[in-house]
């Protein structure tokens, strides 16, 4: 009677049968090569790209990249001329970190000497009051070293008409036929939800170190002294928005801004006849003009362009939107806003 060796069946018999050797069962383990060196799966290597794609970034974002310029994209002209004209388009909800983006543009196109003149290009319904004036501010600076022109796009209002006069009354603005602009004004979003916590018993009582503190509690009425302390802060902002009208647009004084500053939308043909614009027009007409007041015959123009960050790539696409609770949370967060809406839930969504 022969005897058979286990291990002459290790290539031959799966990890865990049985053989008979003699007159017993032997359970053999087999334990494949394969097994131990599989490549990693889809999942995995996509996760292992990530994280080198994120410890790049986090390398360069700590002072390897030595390159500080911005990304600039052809648009027409002649390629390659002396003399160029630059286009910042300011699009979407004026707010960081795009508030930051638009403000380096600006720096650049004020630092290089070959761009002879900036078109301001606007398609945003405004954005926050602080972050408005930054923009302002910095093309003024800007308006003071070279010509700006404005290319009003399908919403220049609020916000977006408060930076537009910061080119300065030597400037001229266009707007689109189809351009809503105007909305001059400021406001806070505020919900009163009183009687709705009365009806399903809920009483809120926070604890504050003094009578202000929790201004603008959606659950209760406003007390006299916080209207009057509010009506100040809008009087100041809405002071400061007719101001910078007055000075940058020569064909209005302040008795006539404060007439057109109801929070109205004006359409473009409304804003032609009340002086807030100076033509009708699109952005091709205002290349030529600004080309013809500056004597070019010869010019590139070329528009600046932000690199998304990282976050951007990675999370854009999949960022979680915010909870309905998440979202009246924030409304209730005081934000004085030059902006085209009473709606402040839209101001949690990324700008485009």
């Not at 069962?25 to 060196?37: F, K, R, W």
């Not at 030529?288 to 004597?295: D, F, G, M, N």
């Not at 010869?298 to 600046?304: K, L």
């Amino acid at each position: 009677m022969s005897s058979e060796n286990p291990a002459s069946h290790q290539n031959t018999v799966r990890s865990g049968e049985s053989v008979a050797v003699g007159q017993q069962q032997i359970t053999i383990h087999v334990t494949a090569p394969e097994l131990t060196s599989r490549p990693p799966g889809r999942t995995a290597r996509i996760l292992l790209s990530l994280s080198l794609l994120l410890n790049f970034w986090l390398l360069l974002g700590s002072g390897m990249s030595t390159s500080s310029a911005i990304p600039e994209a052809f648009l027409e002209g002649t390629q390659g001329a002396a003399a160029r004209l630059a286009v910042i388009s300011v699009s979407g909800m004026i707010s960081p970190p795009f508030t930051e983006r638009w403000i380096k543009q600006i720096r650049a196109a004020a630092a290089d000497d070959s761009v002879r003149g900036v078109i301001l290009a606007i398609d945003s319904p405004g954005g926050f009051v602080a972050d408005s004036h930054q923009l302002h501010h910095e093309i003024e600076l800007l308006a003071a070293k070279k010509t700006v022109f404005v290319s009003m796009k399908r919403l220049a209002a609020s916000g977006g008409y408060y930076i537009a006069v910061a080119a300065g009354p030597s400037a001229r603005i266009f707007a689109e036929p189809t351009t809503w602009t105007g909305s001059i004004g400021v406001i806070i979003a505020r919900y009163n939800a009183r009687q709705l916590a009365e009806t399903i018993g809920v009483r809120v009582e926070p604890l504050t170190t003094g009578p202000l503190k929790d201004t603008l509690n959606p659950f209760r009425d406003m007390t006299p002294q916080e209207t009057a302390v509010w009506d100040a802060i809008l009087k100041d902002s809405f002071d400061r928005f007719v101001s910078v009208i007055d000075n940058g647009r020569s064909q209005l004084d302040d008795d006539a801004v404060r007439a057109l500053a109801t929070g109205q939308i004006y359409t473009a043909k409304q804003a032609l006849d009340n002086h807030l614009v100076d033509a009708l027009g699109y952005q091709e007409d205002v290349v030529k003009a600004l080309a013809e007041q500056l004597q070019l015959t010869q010019y590139e123009v070329f528009e600046y362009r932000s690199t998304p960050g990282l976050v951007d790539v990675l999370l854009g696409a999949t960022a979680r939107q915010p909870s309905l609770s998440e979202q009246f949370a924030a409304s209730t967060v005081p934000q004085a806003m030059y902006f085209a809406s009473w709606n402040p839930l839209p101001l949690l969504q990324p700008a485009q």
